[in-house]
């Protein structure tokens, strides 16, 4: 038999009750679907939010063909912070701050994300900057709790910055993000983007916002006054692999 080594995060973890999974299996490879259905097997009370999350292999998500290898490096991703779902040990932050794209644990700091976009050639720049609200559908939130994936989790956003550069030729975007509790009125999230023109840069803050809460593996635990519950992708089903969403400049 050999070991299978598979992290767990978020809301899934709590299920299972473990940050990592160690099972024995005799192949050396299997596919993304192959192993899904044997997770779910094996924890036929957590099927359904198994069923809706999705493999990742070496940091990248795994369509349920794709050929998994146990020496791989292996995690099952539930619906990320914004897909459908009722719903690791959580990374530390692996880069230092002040890049372009961050991940800490520290109060963000708007301008230093601006100072990451700025170009003289460019007559547009904006901030999104998303907050811990107190009251969500009549539910009074004490604060928020992030978790992520990091390595993966940066490695996604660099991705967003790759797929805004091909759309918006010459737009520069940098995202900040806290994991950690997040109080009511802090920021949990920073994405500026500079553009030539305001149009390209009101259309690639967008972009970044929804690739980033469809794609980049951080989780959300709302913390309430009765309780507390992990939230996933709430906009339809979650699908990270789903094709690039149109966005156009005028």
């Known amino acids: 038999?050999?070991?299978?080594?598979?992290?767990?995060?978020?809301g899934l973890a709590e299920r299972l009750q473990s940050r990592a999974l160690s099972l024995d299996y005799d192949e050396e490879a299997m596919t993304a679907a192959e192993l899904k259905?044997?997770?779910?097997?094996?924890?036929?009370?957590?099927?359904?939010?198994?069923?809706?999350?999705?493999?990742?292999?070496?940091?990248?998500?795994?369509?349920?063909?794709?050929?998994l290898r146990r020496s791989d490096e292996l995690a099952m991703i539930p619906p990320v912070s914004g897909g459908s779902g009722d719903d690791g040990s959580a990374a530390q932050p692996d880069e230092p701050t002040g890049g372009r794209y961050t991940i800490m644990e520290d109060v963000l700091d708007a301008e230093a994300v601006q100072r990451q976009v700025a170009h003289p050639d460019h007559g547009a720049s904006l901030l999104f900057i998303g907050t811990?609200?107190?009251?969500t559908a009549g539910?009074?939130?004490?604060?928020?709790?992030?978790?992520?994936?990091?390595?993966?989790?940066?490695?996604?956003?660099?991705?967003?910055?790759?797929?805004?550069a091909?759309?918006?030729?010459?737009?520069?975007?940098s995202i900040h993000h806290r994991i950690g509790r997040v109080?009511?009125?802090?920021?949990?999230?920073?994405?500026?983007?500079?553009?030539?023109?305001?149009?390209?840069?009101?259309?690639?803050?967008?972009?970044?916002?929804?690739r980033l809460k469809m794609t980049v593996p951080i989780w959300k635990k709302e913390v309430y006054e009765d309780g507390s519950e992990w939230k996933g992708h709430q906009t339809g089903p979650w699908n990270p692999l789903a094709p690039l969403p149109e966005f156009e400049s005028n």
């Not at 050999?2 to 995060?9: E, M, P, V």
């Open 132 to 135: 811990t609200r107190e009251w």
């Open 183 to 210: 109080d009511i009125g802090e920021a949990s999230v920073i994405i500026g983007v500079s553009a030539s023109h305001r149009a390209d840069a009101y259309a690639a803050s967008r972009y970044a916002i929804d």
């Open 166 to 173: 091909q759309r918006w030729p010459g737009a520069l975007v």
């Open 1 to 10: 038999m050999r070991t299978w080594t598979i992290a767990l995060f978020a």
């Open 37 to 67: 259905s044997r997770l779910k097997e094996l924890y036929p009370d957590h099927a359904g939010l198994i069923a809706v999350s999705f493999v990742a292999c070496n940091r990248t998500f795994a369509a349920d063909d794709a050929v």
């Open 139 to 164: 539910s009074r939130t004490l604060t928020l709790e992030y978790e992520a994936y990091v390595p993966m989790a940066l490695q996604a956003m660099e991705t967003i910055g790759e797929e805004i």
